[in-house]
């Protein structure tokens, strides 16, 4: 329902006695060259094409003044017009796409490759310092890598189990070669294990590494899926089609001109904002969600640059191993006394003392290339991007008009207004689907929004809930992250300036059931169900008016 002053507009935009930009009146009709080049050129037959300007009562959506279209022209303008639209809106989702997923691209591989040097540099320095201690038990490290990367990768693995698992196996290992002379079961192995830990044969470090390392992975996880989830809710939204009521509209805009023979004439810019408001009304309202999603990966970026310190801790896991396993060699004769005491001694072995007293206790010195640098460069450059596109939604309308639409400019008063060359004076409407009540160029239905853009703001909503969580050290499972969001609510996991002033308004909407990519946004259904009551009885005000408006105009 609109409820613009009609008659004043009529009276400000009606076309003049003329024919299209002439202001005379009866002269000879005008050619139709120049829209007869545009329809080829379009890749349409020129047949039933005229060749001079004829009268437009057939027209349906452009003004019925005199005209160089024909009903079939008009229809074919309107499905071209919406086909170069979509194609405008996925070009502008595609460089936003290029932008995220390289800086994905660019994290990815620097983790990774933080990963595979400590990796190698493990496999070429421990067979030289610790002999049969790191031959025999290759596996075990080669699996704890594996564990690293499949979690980095998304697979649904508790990394401190796995880190506590590593090291448990570690030590049944080392163990037992530094008791060849005994025989020890898995019972006794059991048994030891629960009496060493007690001693932490390791030292601090398999505690200090599990606190550091859960960190930097929880948060350089989330930060390299943030990047993804962002891409992929741009691709998604790009697909979407156009509506009918918008379809009109922008038929109306790009090619009405060149049937009223105005080919020359460009759209008034407030007039094309309101158009393009008009169409993206539901895209608009991504725009708070995406703000949130933009700000949680800029907070986590200085996380993994600043106190996480991704860089150190990542790649010097190799030499925190190393330190593990040197202080349990010198602590040797101490925790074994301690384990013989708790768990009785073991029998001694029939196959006699292995090599293990030859083994290498050589000094190699280990090192970690800090590509702390890199890291600062790659956050920094993160950083100016996704500022840069934190408000691509609220601001797509306008960048679509200027550069692809190519409006006039907003001062200009002799542009296209929708009906003639002239001024364009209905005010430019606000962001979103809820100010789209009174666009006076898009029938918009406020109450029915688009459920595959609800679906992609549950996937923000999610994703930056993940974010909040790495952002203070805490890990979200993949499949049930009942847990997290019970108790004082997953909200109070999100950094206070990243969704704080959010969470006070809409707090159930920090409450997803799971944090994989749902094909169905359950919330987006049942917040939709809970509007309806408030929708109807906005619905009723809305009826109440018009037959108000018609008494009115009836008691006249």
């Known amino acids: 329902m609109r409820f613009f002053p009609w008659g004043l507009w009529l009276l400000c935009v009606a076309p003049g006695p003329g024919r299209g930009d002439s202001g005379g009146g009866g002269g000879k009709a005008r050619s139709c060259a120049e829209v007869r080049q545009l329809y080829g050129a379009k890749g349409f037959s020129l047949s039933g094409v005229p060749q001079a300007e004829i009268s437009g009562e057939h027209l349906r959506i452009c003004p019925q003044g005199y005209t160089c279209c024909t009903s079939e022209m008009e229809e074919n303008f309107a499905n071209k017009s919406r086909s170069e639209f979509e194609a405008m809106m996925k070009e502008a989702g595609r460089a936003v796409q290029a932008t995220l997923t390289a800086q994905h691209r660019s994290f990815d591989s620097y983790f990774q490759d933080l990963l595979n040097k400590s990796e190698k540099a493990l496999y070429d320095a421990f067979p030289s310092m610790y002999g049969e201690l790191y031959t025999q038990n290759t596996k075990v490290f080669k699996d704890l890598y594996s564990e690293l990367r499949r979690y980095y990768r998304g697979s649904n693995i508790n990394l401190e189990e796995a880190l506590n698992e590593f090291w448990t196996r570690l030590l049944e ?158 602590n040797k004769d101490s925790i074994t006394a301690k384990v013989f005491q708790g768990c009785g001694n073991p029998k001694i072995s029939t196959k006699g003392s292995s090599s293990e007293d030859k083994k290498r206790r050589g000094k190699v010195a280990l090192e970690a290339k800090s590509s702390a640098q890199a890291l600062e460069m790659l956050v920094l450059d993160a950083k100016g991007n996704l500022t840069a596109l934190k408000t691509y939604w609220v601001t797509l309308p306008g960048s679509l008009c200027s550069k692809k639409v190519v409006a006039s400019s907003a ?51 999610i994703m930056t809930n993940r974010l909040g969580n790495a952002n203070i050290g805490n890990d979200v499972d993949f499949q049930d992250a009942s847990d997290d969001m019970s108790g004082s609510g997953s909200g109070d996991s999100c950094p206070d300036d990243v969704c704080g002033k959010r969470l006070s308004k809409s707090p159930s909407t920090r409450q997803p059931e799971t944090h994989a990519i749902p094909k169905q946004s359950g919330h987006g259904i049942s917040g939709a169900s809970s509007r309806s009551s408030p929708s109807a009885f906005l619905l009723f005000l809305l009826l109440l008016s018009v037959a108000s408006v018609a008494a009115q105009h009836l008691g006249r």
């Open 411 to 461: 001062a200009d008063d002799k542009c296209w207004n929708g009906m003639t060359k002239g001024s364009y004076l209905p005010e430019v409407m606000g962001d979103g689907l809820a100010n789209q009540i009174n666009n006076p160029e898009v029938e918009v239905d406020i109450t029915k929004p688009d459920m595959t853009i609800r679906q992609q703001i549950m996937q923000l909503k």
């Open 173 to 330: 290992r080392l163990f037992k070669l530094m008791n060849p002379q005994y025989h020890i079961t898995d019972e006794y192995l059991d048994c030891m294990v629960k009496h060493a830990e007690q001693h932490k044969p390791f030292g601090e470090v398999p505690r200090d590494l599990k606190v550091k390392a859960t960190r930097a992975f929880i948060a350089a996880r989330s930060y390299a899926q943030g990047f993804l989830v962002g891409s992929d809710v741009v691709k998604k939204v790009s697909q979407v089609p156009l509506s009918h009521e918008c379809t009109r509209a922008i038929m109306k805009l790009l090619y009405c001109p060149h049937c009223r023979g105005m080919a020359s004439v460009k759209p008034c810019n407030n007039y094309c904002l309101n158009v393009v408001k008009g169409c993206l009304a539901n895209q608009a309202d991504l725009s708070t969600e995406w703000k949130y999603l933009m700000d949680s990966l800029v907070v986590v970026a200085d996380r993994i640059d600043g106190p996480y310190n991704v860089d150190t801790v990542i790649g010097t896991i190799h030499m925190r191993i190393a330190e593990a396993i040197s202080n349990l060699q010198e």
